[in-house]
């Protein structure tokens, strides 16, 4: 395929996230005076390596999807540096942002709403690649495209609203796809589909990233989905990430009190689940917009202690590569 | 058994007239709801399992809906032959309902405590004073932290599974034998979901009623209820009890479903692969296809499946499966072998 694959550099992490903040203004009044900020993403740290799976959860709200649009610049961040192939996106200009967002694609939750109803399939995936690449066979490619997401050739002279949903987001996925990018974001990508549609797009997406290479950023609220596609997990509460690791690490030896209350919390699908049903953690997410002090998890935190509420734990790696922000895990609790 | 069921479904058909066509949303119900037990209706989405609830109420809108066939009796009264007024006695009295969008249950222009209040003073003839003070022990009830403040919030004041909550508190202030629960946690976090899962199950056991709880999600089924009916396309395709849901379904549709779902751990006991996949997408319910509805996309479909429509055929007193494939095990048939 005709693409030029210049400007990659083999070594070093795809994606480095340092310190990023997202704090959306409030504005009230007439005069639309800002009058307090939503913490939406709030010094978030993560790293991904070339061809790895990170997979992003947490309950609604967190952050997730901000934290998705940040790394396409869809928003102008509060604060922080994302590193993509070691050039900070956050700080490029126009033009260097242009070249870098083509080997940055995403896909999103909804399929009916990503998709411009007006345009037939061949546009919707072919246009950008074309625009990039002059390429004259630019119709073949998006045949061939298709194929490769289970769709037919003669789909692409089809509207969106001629598709099911679980087609349109394979649509979407070939849109995605077109201009072979190094990073792939996707938000909730099966989230709107039915239970027996999600299984096909799962499959897809992981059978296309052993054929395509691509990073993946996968963003979710559904932890037995991510457990299937991921190969590390970050887990973020209100805007921070409480904790990081394989994913085996992660959901065999889960570390921080939210992740352990968000896996005893997933509905077991298996026979004797009612019986064996466990006390969960109470309370509801607090506001994002006057987060608690220290430790936001405190005020739901079963284990919380004096420090959780005055200061904010820092991230520390507690086991090689299986970082933790809880003062559980501080220095002078070991002794 | 000898108890008698407190809610019995037999051949319920309801369908809406469109300009499209006739829709079949729902087309060949069965099923039993013993006293104190819960029954879990899963299906996807467009299956008809807010129909069927909703026929049970005698909710539907009519036109252009109509129940065309069926029976439904409540501890031994036919709902659909009382008069109007009896059954609005019946709803939010012996059967109450929480809906699957919140916001048509909840006024949002009235406070919460006034929502009700209002139930206790239509079905229990309380004056305002007392309804009022049953309003605010309700939402205590339910886990609404200082519920005496809270009784004069209205509806967007609350978050998300505070909502939830107040409609349980809405739909159990009459003390009802029979809650029917539509998708009460799909809009809610998992954390959230389980205190709601946790507080259903509570006042259950503590007030002894029946509940029939639809959902998509395999994991809540698995976390609630006794017994089970899968919707597919308008049919209940298979009845059986919650272990033999995991230890041995037989219909398709089941089977794959139970296969399409990761389960966390399963990784890493069994090694990563691929899920199961059910191809293709559901069918619509106006064009009537003589054969099995499940036909197109079922892995064993014979050439029988796809011109007769199997019937519901009973494997056992608990166990029922609509499949051809269950006709050599089946102790006979049960319910309507739908014609069209
Ligand atoms: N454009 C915006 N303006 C103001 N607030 C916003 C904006 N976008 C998001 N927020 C707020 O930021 C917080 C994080 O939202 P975000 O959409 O990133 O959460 P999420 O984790 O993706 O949740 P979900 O699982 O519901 O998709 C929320 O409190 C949200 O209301
Ligand atoms: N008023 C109506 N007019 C026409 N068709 C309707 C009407 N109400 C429901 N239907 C159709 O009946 C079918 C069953 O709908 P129903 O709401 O029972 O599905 P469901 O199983 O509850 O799905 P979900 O999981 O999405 O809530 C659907 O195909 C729906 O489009
Ligand atoms: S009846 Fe036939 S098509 Fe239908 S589920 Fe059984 S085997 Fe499959
Ligand atoms: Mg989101
Ligand atoms: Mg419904």
Known sequence: ?335 | MAETPILEVTGLKTHFHTPEGVVRAVDGVDFTLMPGRTLGILGESGSGKSVTALSVMRLVADPPGRIVDGRIMFEGRDLLALSPAEMRKIRGGEISMIFQEPMTSLNPVYTLGDQIAEVFQIHEGMNREQAWAGATDMLEQVGIPNPESRVDDYPHQFSGGMRQRAMIAMAIACRSRLLIADEPTTALDVTIQAQILDLLLKLQEDMGMAMMLITHDLGVIAETSDDVVVMYAGEVVERLGIDTLFDDPRHPYTRGLLNSIPRLGEKFTRGKQPLEEIPGTVPNLIDYDPGCPFAARCGQAMARCHTERPPLFKLNPAHYSKCWLSEADAEGRAGVAAAG
């Open chain 1, 1 to 335: 395929m005709a693409m030029d694959t210049t400007e990659t550099t083999a070594d070093g992490p795809i994606l480095e996230v340092r310190d990023l903040k997202m704090y959306f203004p409030i504005r009230k009044g007439l005069l639309k005076r800002t009058v307090g900020h939503v913490h939406a993403v709030d010094g978030v740290n993560f790293t991904i390596q070339r061809g790895e799976t990170l997979g992003l959860v947490g309950e609604s709200g967190c952050g997730k999807s901000t934290v998705g649009r940040l790394l396409l610049r869809l928003y102008a961040p509060t604060a922080g540096e994302a590193l993509f192939e070691g050039r900070d996106l956050m700080a490029m200009q126009t033009d260097e942002l242009n070249r870098a967002r083509r080997h940055i694609q995403i896909i999103f939750q909804d399929p009916f709403a990503s998709l411009n109803p007006r345009f037939r399939v061949k546009e919707l995936v072919g246009e950008a690649y074309r625009l990039h690449t002059g390429d004259k066979d630019w119709v073949a490619y998006v045949a061939d495209l298709l194929g490769k997401v289970g769709l037919q050739a003669d789909h692409m002279n089809r509207y969106p609203h001629e598709f099911s949903g679980g087609q349109r987001q394979r649509i979407g996925i070939a849109r995605a796809l077109a201009l072979q990018p190094r990073l792939i974001i996707a938000d909730e990508p099966v989230s709107a589909l039915d239970v027996s549609v999600q299984a096909q797009v799962v499959n897809l997406l992981d059978s296309l990233k052993a054929e395509f290479g691509f990073s993946f950023l996968f963003i979710s609220h559904d932890l037995s989905v991510v457990e299937h596609i991921a190969d590390r997990v970050a887990v973020m509460y209100l805007g921070e990430i409480v904790e990081t690791a394989s994913d085996r690490n992660l959901y065999q030896d889960p570390l921080h009190p939210y992740t352990q209350a968000l896996i005893a919390a997933v509905p077991k699908a298996e026979a004797g689940a009612k019986r064996r049903r466990k006390e969960v953690v109470r309370g509801d997410v607090p506001s994002p917009i006057n987060p608690p002090s220290g430790c936001r998890f405190h005020t739901r935190c079963p284990r919380a202690f004096a420090r959780c509420r005055s200061e904010r734990p820092r991230m520390r790696e507690e086991k090689p590569d299986h970082w933790v922000a809880c003062h559980l895990y501080d220095e002078a609790e070991h002794g």
